[in-house]
């Protein structure tokens, strides 16, 4: 199942919960945010890895800490994003 993020407003009418995701702020934006913190990569053993947010970035998000996914999910989106290889998970 594909879920559309069209506003700030679907974060919380959406069931995300089940995701094990959290909520992260950005200048009053809000972002859905993993909470898991295993930062290196599978693939190359790599810790310069980002986290994926789901949603619509805005003006001054930060791009250096967070990869953004886009504004659909599916519920077996990847939660992290390495730098070096490219890879996701
Ligand atoms: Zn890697």
Redesign the pocket.
Known sequence: MITHLDSPLSFESCSFHALNLDLLTVSGHRYLLSMKTRLI??????T??KKIVYGYPIEGFDYDRFEVGGCCVTGQDPKYK??????SW
């Open positions: 990569c599978p693939a190359c053993n790599s310069e890895v390495c730098i070096k290889c490219e890879s």
